[in-house]
């Protein structure tokens, strides 16, 4: 089946810093979407990106999809302590959302 | 907004016991998600229905089953809990069909069995 990887598993950051979290497929997707979870909280869709090479922004936070539509990123610049969290990747295939481990970030004041 | 509720936030069951946890919609979304969140796993699909009367096995389903007898009602059942389905339960919905557009999910059952 549909395998979806993240890396890192934990990214901690220093405030004002940038970072990427990728996500790759073991097969071709559909589209996919961006979660992010707070500390205690349930996952709260970002994004969803359909086409081949696709980018959206929200704010400080830029989603790209690849051009082979089997790996997504997720930048954020100028990190702030409200990115903390987890930010999950999901991909659908075969009508079914699958959902990468997530990466975990952590914010250093 | 859309609200998916999720009937208990804490749940502590005895191993052996028939557990219930409960989702309702209002959004008259007619895809419905039950997955787990484990620590490094992510979130894994054990049941979802596309309609009224319909389920389908997702990804883990063994020691699980799920019940949609309403619309808004999503109900996922544990057999006879033991201690491995000790977990974070997330009941989620959806307008499009496969989730296209975005999933909406519940706060959370926290499920320990003792």
């Known amino acids: 089946g549909q395998q979806v990887m993240q890396i890192p598993q934990y990214q901690h950051v220093q405030e004002g810093e940038d970072f990427t979290t990728y996500c790759n497929s073991s097969t071709t997707l559909s589209n996919i979407q961006w979660y992010k979870q707070r500390p205690g909280g349930h996952p709260v869709f970002l994004i969803q990106?359909?086409?081949?090479?696709e980018v959206k922004k929200q704010k400080r936070l830029t989603f790209q999809f690849g051009e082979a539509k089997k790996n997504s990123s997720l930048h954020i610049t100028a990190t702030q302590t409200t990115d903390v969290g987890t930010y999950f990747c999901?991909?659908?295939?075969?009508?079914?959302?699958?959902f990468g481990a997530g990466t975990t970030v952590t914010v250093r004041a | 907004d859309v609200k998916v509720t999720q009937s208990s936030r804490y749940l502590v069951k005895r191993t052996g016991e028939k557990v219930f946890l409960e989702c309702v919609q209002d959004?008259?979304?007619?895809?419905m998600f039950w997955y787990r969140q484990d620590p490094g796993l992510g979130l894994r699909l054990i049941y979802f229905s596309y309609d009224v009367k319909m389920k389908e096995k997702g990804d883990i389903p063994e020691g699980y089953s799920v019940s949609r007898e309403k619309k808004e009602r999503f109900s996922l059942i544990l057999e006879s809990a033991s201690t491995n389905q000790t977990s974070m339960y997330l009941c989620a919905s959806s307008l499009q069909t496969g989730g296209a557009g975005g999933y909406t999910f519940g706060s959370g059952t926290r499920l320990t069995v003792v």
């Open positions: 990106l359909v086409k081949s090479g």
């Open positions: 999901a991909g659908i295939n075969d009508y079914k959302l699958s």
């Open positions: 959004m008259d979304h007619e895809n």
